[in-house]
């Protein structure tokens, strides 16, 4: 009989066409289906949402994505069915008797991935359905956003250490562009991760070159660069009055 861990590249195959991960996304993969909380630090486009998406469609259960985007859940949501995945998104857009019905679905359905905000998991429907979920995997995105040692700290991420409390044989998959050491440290803590494990793809981007100078003629030397670098550019300025003063330059 084929074990859930085994059925990574199937599940990859089938809904995605890929035969093979990314850096660090099957690494990722595994330490969640051995039950092990995992901090993962990806860049954007590094391929986040597999790491939790596999899991979950490679085991029996469903994965719960908290997630403070509403458009990324929509999003995701839309991906999914359109690869005949059954996937539901509580927010604010919704009303409580959808609500209700969509948490019922989870519990009595085969829902797989049920996406829903931070600021949902405090109340009282969430919270006496999601003991009677069968939930294989809690996956938080935007991670950093519970410490308050981060830049976007959000008093509602505190909420999933509580659930964590009602489901702890559950595995968290916590997941972050951005975290300095003591973010990452934070997370692990806040987050109740039985033991510290971290996994870090690296940022490096090889199709990019950085160069600062310094020039007492910005407006010079910026018509000077544009001039000389072929294909199109993105100028960033400070204030919008800026912005249409070199755009008129």
């Not at 660090?24 to 051995?34: L, W």
């Not at 405090?122 to 935007?142: G, I, Y």
Request: hydrophobic letters at 40%; charged letters at 25%.
């Amino acid at each position: 009989m084929e074990r859930p861990a085994d059925k990574i590249y199937d599940v990859l195959k089938r809904y995605w066409g890929f035969t093979e991960f990314r850096p660090v996304q099957e690494r990722i993969i595994r330490s969640v289906m051995d039950g092990r909380d995992t901090l993962a630090l990806m860049p954007t486009g590094g391929g986040k949402s597999l790491t939790y998406q596999i899991p979950g469609l490679a085991q029996e259960g469903l994965c719960i994505v908290v997630t403070p985007l509403i458009a990324l859940m929509k999003d995701q949501v839309d991906r999914l069915r359109k690869l005949g995945i059954r996937a539901l998104a509580i927010h604010s857009g919704l009303s409580a008797r959808q609500i209700d019905i969509d948490l019922d679905n989870c519990v009595y359905g085969d829902v797989k991935f049920l996406y829903v905000a931070p600021e949902r998991l405090a109340s009282e429907a969430f919270r006496l359905r999601v003991q009677r979920m069968n939930v294989s995997l809690l996956a938080v995105d935007e991670a950093h956003c519970i410490s308050q040692w981060g830049y976007d700290f959000r008093p509602s991420y505190l909420q999933i250490a509580k659930i964590r409390e009602m489901i702890p044989q559950v595995p968290i998959l916590a997941l972050t562009a951005t975290a300095t050491p003591e973010v990452v440290d934070d997370i692990q803590e806040r987050l109740h991760f039985a033991e510290k494990n971290v996994f870090k793809m690296s940022f490096e981007r090889k199709n990019l070159a950085y160069v600062v100078r310094n020039t007492s003629n910005k407006q010079g030397e910026m018509v000077h660069i544009l001039q000389s670098v072929k294909g199109s550019a993105i100028v960033y300025a400070r204030s919008r009055k800026r912005t249409k003063e070199m755009a008129e330059l």
